[in-house]
């Protein structure tokens, strides 16, 4: 007797589920104008490291932002090859930037046009020397060649 109701409830959810995902998403997605998305886009090529943050390097509005900060100043990166961004100056720019990114959180790292992630994502990649790595690919620091001492002192351990 109370199969068919089951069963027939179950296929209701099972259907509706994903459009209703989808529906919110694209609704989402929507939110973003075609010029406020054209306006990141461009801003976020305009120099090879653009940083949205609250606040500016040199007066952070938040722990993740001036950490961020840092360690793009641990890294070398020169401030005529970093862009920040204030997201606390421009609400839309706030909105904007986490639905152009689909990343829920500010500060946000882009290295030539190409979203990197947010403060935690930095900082493993720091630790891990992705970042440098990343950073020396990309033509943002130069790259570190072992001088000929420590080719010899790595050689001899081996």
């Known amino acids: 007797m109370f199969r068919p109701?089951?069963?027939s409830?179950?296929?209701l959810l099972r259907t509706a589920t994903p459009s209703t995902a989808l529906g919110?998403?694209?609704?989402?997605?929507?939110?973003?104008?075609?010029e406020a998305r054209s306006k990141i886009e461009?801003?976020?090529?305009?120099k090879p490291v653009?940083?949205?943050?609250k606040g500016t390097p040199a007066e952070p509005q938040c722990g993740f932002s001036r950490a961020a900060a840092q360690i793009l100043d641990l890294q070398g990166v020169e401030p005529e090859k970093l862009q920040t961004y204030n997201v606390l100056a421009d609400p839309e720019l706030r909105d904007g930037i986490k639905e152009f990114s689909e990343w829920p959180t500010i500060p946000q790292i882009y290295v030539n046009g190409t979203f990197v992630g947010?403060?935690?994502i930095l900082i493993?990649?720091?630790q891990s020397g992705e970042l440098e790595t990343l950073l020396e690919n990309n033509g943002v620091i130069p790259k570190v060649e072992p001088s000929e001492d420590t080719a010899k002192s790595t050689a001899a351990s081996s």
């Open 50 to 53: 653009v940083m949205f943050m």
């Open 24 to 34: 919110s998403r694209l609704a989402a997605y929507r939110c973003l104008s075609q």
């Open 124 to 126: 493993g990649m720091h």
């Open 118 to 120: 947010g403060c935690d």
């Open 5 to 7: 109701v089951l069963r």
């Open 9 to 11: 409830s179950s296929n």
């Open 42 to 46: 461009r801003a976020v090529k305009e």
